[in-house]
């Protein structure tokens, strides 16, 4: 158990739909992560908040956004859906951000999108 | 622009034998690698890095890995396989200056054990 916590763990849903993805990091930690694995991309980096602000952004699209509240989880939310937007979403979450840590992952959101 | 690139999307080996995992890098500027490993329906777990100092790497499970700048590469290797070996693992990068926080994933190689 790597004591970060994702919800749901499985979401069906058609296109066009909005759909909000949560996570809860490992006590004590600031940083969160968010990654999208899917079978041709791979594994993209998203986007990573540190204490509440937005640090990074990768690979993500206009209709996708995330926020990190006080008590330090986050959320994803995924809007306009398209068939396309199916994967597995991962939230990682390490200690302070710096470029050594190591990533602690929950075990990831499985979106279907019909 | 920095990548990973793992050799071999699926790998077999017998139970008992040498596991090798190819991973090579592109990077301008010396980086932080990484192997994770994901077992079915999992999230990833973090098998051993490279920051800096000794270039030969022991990680968990009996696993290591070999920073060689000279030919950019990672390979992660164990002496043994086991069953439990079976799982996808991925090979990853970051810069190792301020402000990089993102990390970068090769598209992971399957491993599977033959008993």
């Known amino acids: 158990d790597s004591g970060v916590t994702q919800t749901p763990k499985h979401l069906i849903t058609a296109t066009g739909q909005r759909v909000t993805l949560r996570c809860s990091p490992r006590s004590g930690d600031l940083s969160v992560y968010w990654y999208q694995q899917s079978l041709d991309q791979g594994l993209q980096f998203l986007i990573h908040y540190y204490n509440g602000e937005e640090r990074a952004k990768g690979n993500i699209l206009e209709r996708f956004s995330a926020q990190q509240f006080p008590d330090l989880h986050s959320e994803l939310n995924l809007s306009s859906l398209e068939l396309g937007d199916s994967a597995l979403y991962f939230c990682?979450?390490?200690?302070?951000?710096?470029?050594?840590?190591?990533?602690?992952f929950g075990s990831g959101t499985q979106l279907s999108v019909l | 622009a920095q990548s990973v690139t793992q050799l071999g999307s699926h790998v077999s080996v017998s139970e008992g034998a040498l596991v090798l995992l190819r991973c090579n890098y592109s990077s301008s500027v010396p980086p932080y690698l990484f192997w994770y490993v994901q077992y079915p329906n999992q999230g990833l777990q973090l098998l051993l890095k490279y920051t800096t100092g000794a270039t030969l790497v022991k990680g968990i499970n009996g696993f290591e890995a070999e920073f060689k700048k000279s030919e950019t590469s990672f390979h992660l290797t164990k002496p043994s396989a086991h069953m439990s070996d079976a799982a996808e693992y991925f090979c990853?990068?970051?810069?190792?200056?301020?402000?990089?926080?993102?990390?970068?994933f090769g598209k992971g190689t399957k491993l599977s054990v033959i008993p």
């Open positions: 990853a990068m970051r810069y190792s200056g301020a402000g990089s926080y993102q990390l970068t």
């Open positions: 990682a979450s390490s200690p302070w951000g710096g470029s050594d840590e190591k990533l602690f």
